[in-house]
């Protein structure tokens, strides 16, 4: 066996390396959209017409949302909205969901972040109800691993500026935050990387609410947590995680992709 001496660090870069090779598919802006709505209508983040899901538009300071009225299953590509900072829609058609005004202060505040994506997924809104912070403490949750905030106090249905920027502070530096007595948000550098943080953190929760049922939630090693972290959360990954639930998605949401 050629790689038998080969240390753990060595053997992480060469896969790392390796998973560029695989292939990417090429959707648009739009479609990711639409194919994440349905992604996280089908893993549970259902919740009638609560959650928006945004991305950065092409035109500066403004940004592509669901049309408010349409359930996750009910968005495609074609019924998407452009709408501005101050949630009008471009071409004047329908409207976004209000709620929308706490992603214009995160983008404002968090240059690097391209898209949001704020749920109220079952085991996300019961954890909620504990007023606990998200426990990582399994390893293919990691990706959260100190990157999730947690606010203990609900400032009531987020539609005013306050929110906005009580939310905005709240997520810092990391990439998600668990909303207590309401829900979770994630923000991401792009589609891929939102839509598989949402996925694992209503993973996490219903994890964590399980764990808790059944004992005490033991600490895992910082160093380690820190290392799964990092090796979860590329690029790249996120991109063959998307490709994945996006062919799962497909298989029953064929009319999501047309633009
Ligand atoms: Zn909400």
């Excluded at 349409?70 to 329908?94: C, H, M, R, S, Y």
């Excluded at 606990?132 to 293919?140: E, G, N």
């Excluded at 007595?181 to 994890?207: D, M, P, T, Y």
């Amino acid at each position: 066996m050629q790689t038998a001496l080969l240390s753990k660090q060595q053997l992480m870069q060469t896969a790392q390396q390796n998973m560029n090779l695989i292939q990417e598919v090429n959707y648009t802006d739009r479609q990711k959209l639409a194919l994440t709505c349905r992604i996280l209508f089908d893993h549970g983040h259902d919740a009638g017409l609560a959650g928006q899901i945004t991305c950065r538009a092409e035109q500066e300071n403004s940004f592509i949302t669901q049309r408010f009225g349409l359930g996750f299953d009910e968005i495609t590509a074609a019924n998407l909205l452009v709408v501005d900072q101050d949630l009008k829609p471009l071409d004047q058609q329908g409207m976004a969901n209000p709620a929308n005004r706490f992603h214009t202060w995160i983008y404002q505040q968090h240059p690097e972040v391209n898209c949001i994506i704020h749920t109220h997924p079952t085991h996300i809104a019961a954890l909620s109800m504990l007023r606990v912070p998200l426990a990582i403490s399994q390893m293919d949750t990691c990706a959260l691993y100190e990157d999730c905030s947690f606010v203990g106090e609900w400032p009531g249905v987020p539609v005013g500026n306050e929110e906005g920027i009580f939310i905005s502070e709240a997520l810092g530096k990391n990439r998600a935050v668990l909303l207590s007595h309401h829900g979770q948000l994630v923000a991401g550098k792009s589609i891929e990387e939102a839509c598989n943080l949402a996925l694992l953190i209503e993973r996490a929760a219903r994890l964590q609410l399980l764990a808790m049922s059944a004992g005490q939630i033991q600490p895992i090693p910082h160093e380690l947590a820190k290392e799964a972290h990092d090796w979860l959360s590329t690029d790249k990954r996120n991109k063959v995680n998307f490709a994945y639930y996006a062919r799962k998605a497909l298989k029953n949401h064929q009319d999501c992709i047309e633009e």
